[in-house]
C-alpha cells in the first residue's frame, strides 16, 4: 500500500514520493532524530535475516562518491538522500564529451573500487543508478542487488535466487531490458559473478555515455541477452582513446577481463609520458662528471710539469668540461676513469658508446670510435 505524506515508517516521516526504484516505491522522508532529510526505498516484501546482514556491511562504506545506507528496517532501507539528476537522463540528451565522460567514469570508478575493496560487488551498475549532482561530483547508489563477498551459497553450490535473474521485477520490462543490458556475460548465464561484472557494466556504461546510445539492445529481453552472449562490441562509434580501455572492460571472458576497475586510466591511449628520473640516478651522474673534471684538471697539471723538467711550473688555472650532451661510462655507480695518452698529450674517456679524445692543447674533444 502506498504511504501519504505525513505517514510514518518506523521513526521517519515520509515528506513525499519520488518514485520507483530497483526494490519498489521511493520516498523522501525526515529523519526527526538527526534533523536530516533521507531517501527510502520501500520493499514489497520482508527483507531475509541475510539481506539484512548484507546491508549492514554495504553501509560500513564510507566513501564519498557512494551514496551512503543508514538504517535497514524489517521492509525498507534508508539512504542518503543525493540531489541532482541521474547519468541515464544526461544520456538521453545526447552523447557526453569525451572529457566530461572520463571525469564521470572517474569517479564511478573509484567508488567500485572501494566497494571491491571490502569485498562487495555492485551487480547492477546503470546509468540510472549514477546521479550526478549540481557541484560536479557523482554518486553511485542502489547497492541493494550487491553480492557481500564469495558468490556461493552455504556448501559451496550456486545460489541462483541471489544471481541478479531477470524474474525479479517481471511485470516491469523496461526495468527488466534496462538491467539486461549490462548484465555481464557469466551474469546472463546465471552463474556466479565478482568484481569483474562490475568492470564489465562500468565498460557498458561509459560506451553509452560517448556514443549516446546502448552497446547492446532490443526489443525483448530475450534480444538483449543473446547480443550480450554473443556479439562482439562495435567500438567503431567511440574515440579511438578510450577503445584498448573497453575492449578490456568488454572481453566476454571475465579471466581475460580487465582484472581491477582501478587501472582503467592505465588503458587510456595517449601519448607516452617521459620516464622520471630519481633523485640518486642524478646524484650519481653528478659526481661521476665532477669526478671526471677533477680527473682531467689533475691529469693537466701532471703533463705541464713533466714538460719543463727541473723548471716550475707556471701558475695555471684550468678548468676541463666534457663536451655538452656528453654522458660518461659507467662502470657500476661510479664514472669510469679517463686514461692519459703514454706521452702525456692527451686524455682518452668513454661516453655515449664511443672513445672520445681530448688533446690538452686543445679545447675539444673528438669522437674515436663507437662500439665501446
Not at 521485477?169 to 561484472?197: F, S
Not at 543473446?226 to 572492460?249: F, G
Request: hydrophobic share 45%.
Amino acid at each position: 500500500m502506498p504511504l501519504s505524506v505525513g505517514d510514518k515508517l518506523g521513526p521517519y516521516e515520509i515528506v513525499t514520493s519520488i518514485g520507483a526504484g530497483g526494490m519498489g516505491e521511493v520516498y523522501r522522508a525526515r529523519d526527526p532524530r538527526m534533523g536530516r532529510e533521507v531517501a527510502i526505498k520501500l520493499s514489497g516484501e520482508r527483507f531475509s535475516d541475510r539481506f539484512s546482514r548484507e546491508v549492514h556491511a554495504i553501509a560500513a562504506l564510507n566513501h564519498p562518491n557512494i551514496c551512503h545506507v543508514y538504517d535497514v528496517g524489517p521492509d525498507y532501507l534508508v539512504m542518503e538522500l543525493v540531489e541532482g539528476s541521474t547519468l541515464e537522463q544526461k544520456i538521453k540528451q545526447g552523447a557526453v564529451p569525451l572529457d566530461e565522460a572520463l571525469r564521470i567514469a572517474c569517479q564511478i570508478a573509484v567508488a567500485l573500487e572501494a566497494a571491491h575493496d571490502k569485498g562487495i560487488v555492485h551487480r547492477d551498475l546503470k546509468p540510472a543508478n549514477v546521479i550526478l549532482k549540481p557541484d560536479g561530483s557523482v554518486k553511485v547508489l542502489d547497492f541493494g542487488l550487491a553480492q557481500v563477498g564469495p558468490g556461493t551459497a552455504p556448501g559451496g553450490e550456486q545460489d541462483l535466487e541471489r544471481s541478479p535473474t531477470i524474474s525479479m521485477r517481471a511485470t516491469q520490462a523496461g526495468v527488466i531490458l534496462g538491467t539486461a543490458a549490462y548484465m555481464a556475460p557469466e551474469q546472463a548465464r546465471g552463474e556466479l559473478v565478482d568484481k569483474r561484472a562490475d568492470i564489465w557494466a562500468f565498460g557498458v556504461v561509459l560506451y553509452e555515455m560517448l556514443a549516446g546510445r546502448r552497446i547492446y539492445d532490443g526489443k525483448t529481453v530475450s534480444d538483449v541477452l543473446a547480443a550480450v552472449l554473443i556479439r562482439e562490441p562495435d567500438l567503431s562509434t567511440v574515440p579511438p582513446e578510450v577503445r584498448p580501455l573497453l575492449q578490456h572492460c568488454l572481453e566476454k571472458d571475465p579471466k581475460k577481463r580487465l582484472r581491477d576497475v582501478g587501472d582503467f586510466e592505465l588503458l587510456l591511449a595517449g601519448p607516452e609520458p617521459a620516464p622520471s628520473r630519481g633523485l640518486g640516478v642524478r646524484r650519481f651522474e653528478l659526481i661521476g662528471r665532477i669526478a671526471a673534471v677533477l680527473l682531467l684538471v689533475a691529469a693537466a697539471i701532471g703533463w705541464l710539469r713533466s714538460s719543463s723538467p727541473g723548471k716550475e711550473a707556471p701558475g695555471l688555472a684550468l678548468t676541463i668540461v666534457p663536451p655538452a650532451g656528453v654522458q660518461l661510462a659507467q662502470v657500476g655507480a661510479q664514472a669510469a676513469v679517463p686514461e692519459i695518452s703514454p706521452d702525456g698529450s692527451a686524455v682518452l674517456f668513454a661516453a655515449n658508446g664511443g672513445l672520445y679524445v681530448r688533446r690538452l692543447d686543445s679545447d675539444r674533444c673528438a669522437l674515436s670510435g663507437h662500439g665501446v
